[in-house]
């Protein structure tokens, strides 16, 4: 199966769920529960000692506002991203969040996360 085949509503109701968790234990600091969904490929490349700094010292990702705008969807090859405006709860302005979604063994994974 192949995401980019789903309809818009049908990425979201997949999509929102695992972007509310991504804020959730990223303004825990929970790494192990943030990275749960995400594909094998995207661990293997995941340096974890940054990844535990980011999660220490980002006053942005630990302090995500549990609110936000969706913005829209990019559908390419076997992976979609869906494109949030978010905020913080400590920070003026607005940024960017993604997460990119396709299959892994029949289900649907993480394959990127960011918020720039």
Known sequence: MNII???DEEILEIANPMWDDLIKYSNEGEYGKFIRK???D???G?????V????ARSELTRNLNTEYDYLGLIRRGEHVTVLYR???????GEWLG???LGYE??????FGASVF
């Open 5 to 7: 085949e789903k309809t």
């Open 38 to 40: 995400f594909s094998y």
């Open 42 to 44: 995207l661990l293997f």
């Open 46 to 50: 995941l340096n974890e000692v940054e």
């Open 52 to 55: 535990g700094k980011q999660f």
């Open 86 to 92: 978010v905020t913080s709860t400590k920070k003026e």
């Open 98 to 100: 993604r997460i990119v």
């Open 105 to 110: 063994k029949d289900e649907v994974r993480i």
